[in-house]
């Protein structure tokens, strides 16, 4: 199991924000209960000299031991500040208000016992319906302790006191999330979001995010333990299935039903891992199915208009033979094992993906989810602008975003890099576009035209889902890749020798075309780890990030 990546940066954000927020929310109406600080060395030298006379005349006045206190907290010497308000409190041991900074300046020191000590003082001095800094201090102090079932008592008696106050539900999701909760941190980190929280807001979406990518790992590998696979292996299925293909449509025998069967398990495979990819895959195992079911009951009766009954029955002993039974019931037993897995995961067999992993930053929702669902054609162009002339990153005369506000309306995530196929993949594109082009003419394909036919239509299914998501992602990107690559086959193998294919014509321009694919596609998953996470704000300039990116990494490996 991989470590839960939010808990380790919490510790730190809680010092941040703890610190600070239990300055000010200890407050009373005509009482300063805070040490104040921005004053000159030179102005609190003056102050302390006077201060320490008074002490001298009056030495029974707790308060002017405060004061001390407050001006060496300001000049940063912890020690003589903690010693002033220990005098302070022997003078007044009821005041509340000096345990609490006494408790704080403890803190300072890293002396986390003696602060609980004063934070507990300073709650059971402090009214209890009253005030709130006491509770979130002792709660910081206990979970530093790794006491956080106490400090968690703590936080929700803040969020009791002030529960409007987003701040405490930030503490409550930091502490939850200490403690491996992940259900109560995503629901207080929402609250402290639905609440208007700004201080820690970028830390927050920080936070969850990680968080829901690491639930949405946590239950992959979860499906690939169930499964007996590995997450990545669906490119190699992918990969496995088009060659079977090109062998059924190369091979004397054709589709044979061992290559059928191979086919199925591939597609079954691959439905396990990557689901999208999946429904080409099948479509297209089911298609050559039903392509050679076809053509076998014609060759049985000849001309399609014979009777009605004997022909049903002749189907239905057709598809209980083994050729067409075995592969059926591998796609079958692998869909069955989808859905149980799925309903592991999400409740329902037939749910493979859950958005709400990817929107619950959004605690107020997502329009566009909401309103077109996940899957729309209204994104269509959006998604072709996105993913071959990404222009979106490029900032407009009003210094907006270019198609922002489509991308507002119709979208939920437009993700970084802008990378388009025409760039990083020329070479393949090239050769797709020539056997697109050959499997729209009769006459110019020397293998299987109807096979290869119902092929590349079926894996047009996950670049068409893909390009009608309410996501738009670099990593979708590979949903493309067994349409071309099948396509690029067909162009580069599957013509007529006689007919000139329009593509590189010699060595030179193939090795130049492949070439710079490649480096430009190691350029852009260059950029892509570089990349900010969400959508790209319009006051970020894209350049200037990779170019801070890449110096920061020169100047580490340098």
């Keep these: 199991m991989k470590p839960r990546p939010a808990s380790l940066c919490l510790s730190a954000l809680m010092l941040g924000c703890l610190t600070g927020g239990c300055q000010t929310t200890t407050i009373e109406q005509g009482t300063d209960y805070r040490i104040a600080g921005g004053e000159g060395t030179s102005v609190l030298d003056a102050k302390l000299k006077k201060l320490s006379r008074e002490a001298e005349m009056y030495p029974k006045r707790a308060d002017l031991r405060y004061q001390i206190a407050a001006v060496h907290y300001q000049k940063a010497n912890y020690k003589e500040s903690a010693k002033e308000l220990e005098q302070a409190i022997s003078r007044s041991p009821d005041e509340m208000k000096f345990h609490y900074h006494l408790g704080r300046v403890y803190l300072y020191m890293q002396e986390l016992s003696l602060a609980e000590k004063h934070f507990r003082e300073a709650v059971a001095l402090s009214p209890q319906d009253r005030y709130t800094g006491p509770h979130a201090a002792l709660g910081y102090v206990l979970a530093q302790e790794k006491k956080i079932d106490v400090a968690l008592v703590e936080f929700k008696r803040c969020t009791q006191l002030e529960p409007e106050n987003p ?41 969850l995010e ?8 946590h239950s992959e590998e979860y499906a690939d333990h169930g499964a007996h696979h590995h997450h990545h292996d669906h490119r190699d299925k992918a990969s496995a299935f088009l060659v079977l293909a090109l062998r059924g449509l190369t091979a004397p025998d054709g589709f044979s039903p061992r290559t059928l069967l191979l086919m199925a398990i591939a597609a079954g495979c691959c439905l396990l891992t990557r689901v999208v990819m999946a429904t080409g895959l099948y479509a297209a195992t089911l298609a050559l199915l039903a392509w050679r079911f076809g053509g076998e009951m014609s060759q049985c009766f000849g001309h399609p208009a014979g009777p009605i009954r004997p022909g049903l029955r002749a189907g239905f002993r057709l598809l209980s033979t083994r050729r067409f039974m075995v592969p059926l019931m591998v796609l079958a037993l692998f869909a069955a094992a989808a859905g149980f897995i799925n309903h592991k995961r999400f409740g329902n067999p037939l749910v493979f993906h859950n958005p709400t992993l990817q929107t619950i930053v959004r605690p107020h929702g997502v329009p566009a989810l909401e309103r077109y669902g996940e899957f729309n054609p209204r994104r269509i162009p959006y998604a072709l602008m996105y993913y071959f002339a990404p222009v979106w990153f490029i900032h407009s005369d009003d210094g907006d975003l270019r198609f922002n506000d489509y ?30 082009s050959a499997l729209l003419r009769r006459d110019r394909v020397a293998l299987s035209r109807p096979a290869a036919g119902v092929i590349a239509a079926a894996l047009t299914a996950p670049p068409v889902l893909m390009l009608t998501a309410f996501v738009m992602a670099f990593r979708y990107r590979m949903e493309f890749y067994p349409l071309f690559v099948f396509l690029a086959l067909i162009g580069a193998f599957g013509t007529k020798p006689e007919i000139a294919a329009p593509r590189p014509r010699s060595a030179t321009g193939l090795v130049l075309f492949a070439s710079f694919g490649i480096i430009v596609s190691h350029l852009v998953l260059s950029a892509y780890k570089l990349s900010p996470w969400g959508n790209l704000d319009p006051s970020q300039d894209l350049l200037q990030i990779y170019q801070t990116g890449l110096h920061n990494f020169l100047a580490r490996w340098l």
């Design 167 to 207: 701040i405490y539900y930030y503490f409550l999701g930091a502490a939850f999330d200490m403690k491996g909760n992940s259900k109560e941190t995503i629901h207080n980190f929402q609250e402290y979001l639905v609440l208007g929280g700004r201080t820690f807001r970028q830390k927050a979406v920080f936070i």
């Design 210 to 217: 990680k968080l829901v990518l690491w639930r949405h790992s």
């Design 407 to 436: 991308r507002r309306r119709d979208l939920d995530l437009a993700e970084p890099p802008p990378s388009s196929f025409f760039v990083s993949d020329p070479l393949l594109l090239v050769l797709a576009a020539a056997g697109f």
